[in-house]
């Protein structure tokens, strides 16, 4: 399976998968790494990896359609056969959206539906919930409202800030990433219209991290 990852950042999940291929947890290759942002430590992690780095400059372009079919032609280029985003924090094109429509997803830091858009964590602690944690899900027009394929808890615990609770997320946020790829790579997630289908069935409700593998839930 080739995957092409868009990121903004830290890139610790990319870190995260090139790991698990170096390892054989993955059978899977990282065909090219883009940024929005040059200096995304995100890109310095794929050139040490020797996987080519893009990064495609918003101010470049006169509208936000053009970014977009720019980044999205230099990632099309390299023909992944899934597009991760992994802390790529711009909002996608409608176009690309329909153009890689079951062939993309996103890593989000909550439990979906709740805490959409950024500063989850915060979201969280103000809602005063006691769990909260981590989903991937299929990328559609809806900002972090396509249809999820997995999650993972953890709990909020007393005494938590923002930083104890991202830092807990995140510990999850691997693993689940690892695994839901490990799915795609034995071909048994596609999405069907806006349903996740799972070895060829409908998906219920979201899988969930048990240690290092994904269970279903019962419903
Ligand atoms: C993660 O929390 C991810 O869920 C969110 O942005 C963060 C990116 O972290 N979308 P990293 O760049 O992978 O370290």
């Not at 990121?7 to 290759?29: E, V």
């Not at 995100?42 to 080519?52: E, F, K, N, S, V």
């Not at 909550?110 to 602690?125: D, E, I, M, V």
Request: net charge negative.
């Amino acid at each position: 399976m080739r995957i092409a990852v868009l990121a903004s950042g830290r890139g610790s999940n990319l870190q995260a998968i090139l790991d698990a291929i170096r390892d054989g947890a993955l059978d899977a290759s990282v065909v090219g790494v883009f940024s929005d942002r040059r200096k995304a430590l995100a890109l310095q992690r794929a050139r040490d990896a020797g996987i080519p780095a893009v990064a495609v400059s918003p101010s470049s372009f006169e509208t936000r359609e053009a970014f977009d079919a720019a980044l999205f032609a230099e990632v099309a280029a390299v023909q992944p056969d899934l597009i991760v985003c992994a802390g790529y924090m711009r909002l996608l094109g409608a176009a690309e959206v329909e153009a890689w429509h079951g062939r993309m997803i996103n890593i989000h830091p909550s439990l979906l539906p709740l805490h959409k858009g950024l500063r989850t964590h915060a979201q969280a602690l103000a809602d005063g919930v006691t769990e909260h944690g981590c989903s991937v899900h299929f990328v559609t027009a809806e900002l972090d409202g396509g249809p999820v394929i997995a999650q993972a808890t953890v709990p909020v615990l007393a005494g938590d800030d923002e930083d104890a609770l991202a830092a807990r997320v995140l510990d999850r946020e691997h693993p689940l990433l690892i695994a839901t790829l490990q799915l795609f790579t034995s071909r048994r997630l596609s999405l069907d219209g806006a349903s996740v289908q799972f070895d060829g069935r409908p998906l219920r409700a979201p899988l969930r991290l048990a240690g290092m593998d994904l269970r279903e839930m019962d419903t």
